[in-house]
Structures are given as structure tokens and as C-alpha cells.
């Protein structure tokens, strides 16, 4: 059985900086791609960064490549998302997803984890 697990949202000022986890179990070989998504309320999903786990390349959304990193460590099983000089467009709902490829097609979803920029 497939899960995932986010946690490290929360409420922060603008300009802080916050380090989200992915932990994972249960993926098949086929699973390589571990992605992480954010819906902002009223807002349709979408992707922000992916990891390739066979090779550990890396793909971000336009506006995440200068401020968030993803990350891996294959010993805990876990995704790391770091997301710097945060802005109140970037409160969201983050959500960790894995899948086959970076297309972001996930097929398998974590509950999600809420991140609030304000002041």
C-alpha cells in the first residue's frame, strides 16, 4: 500500500522560509518520480518541483525556481521541498504525489499540508 506524508506547513511572514517533508512508502520500482503540487484557494492545482529518483533530476514550475529546492534522502525515504522568501501567493495547500515520470502525472497522493504567508 502506497502513502505519503507531508508535513512542515504552517503560518509564517512574508520572506521566511519553510522545509516541507515527504515521506514515503510503499512505491514500486516504476514509481520514480516524486513530485510536489500547491492549490491556493480558488485556484486550480498546480505543479511546483519534481524528482527523478533514478537519477535525481530535478524540475521546478517557473516561479519555484529561484526560491524552492527539492531534495531527497533515499535512507528515510523522504522528499524534502525547501521553500525560501515566501509570499502570500504562495499560501497553498501543498500537497507530495508520486508517479512514473516528471510529467506531473502523479498517481498516488498524500492528505496535503497547508502553508500561510502572511502578516
Known amino acids: 500500500q502506497v502513502q505519503l506524508v507531508e508535513s512542515g506547513g504552517g503560518l509564517v511572514q512574508p520572506g521566511s522560509s519553510l522545509l516541507l517533508s515527504c515521506a514515503y512508502t510503499g512505491l514500486t520500482l516504476d514509481d520514480n518520480a516524486i513530485s510536489w503540487f500547491r492549490q491556493a484557494p480558488g485556484k486550480e492545482r498546480e505543479g511546483v518541483s519534481c524528482l527523478s529518483t533514478n537519477d535525481g533530476d530535478a524540475v521546478y514550475s517557473d516561479f519555484a525556481k529561484d526560491r524552492f529546492t527539492i531534495a531527497r534522502d533515499g535512507a528515510k525515504n523522504t522528499v524534502y521541498l525547501q521553500l525560501n522568501a515566501l509570499a502570500p501567493e504562495d499560501t497553498a495547500v501543498y500537497y507530495c504525489?508520486?508517479?512514473?515520470?516528471?510529467?506531473?502525472?502523479?498517481?498516488?497522493w498524500g492528505q496535503g499540508t497547508q502553508v500561510t504567508v502572511s502578516s
Open positions: 504525489a508520486a508517479g512514473q515520470l516528471c510529467d506531473w502525472d502523479s498517481r498516488y
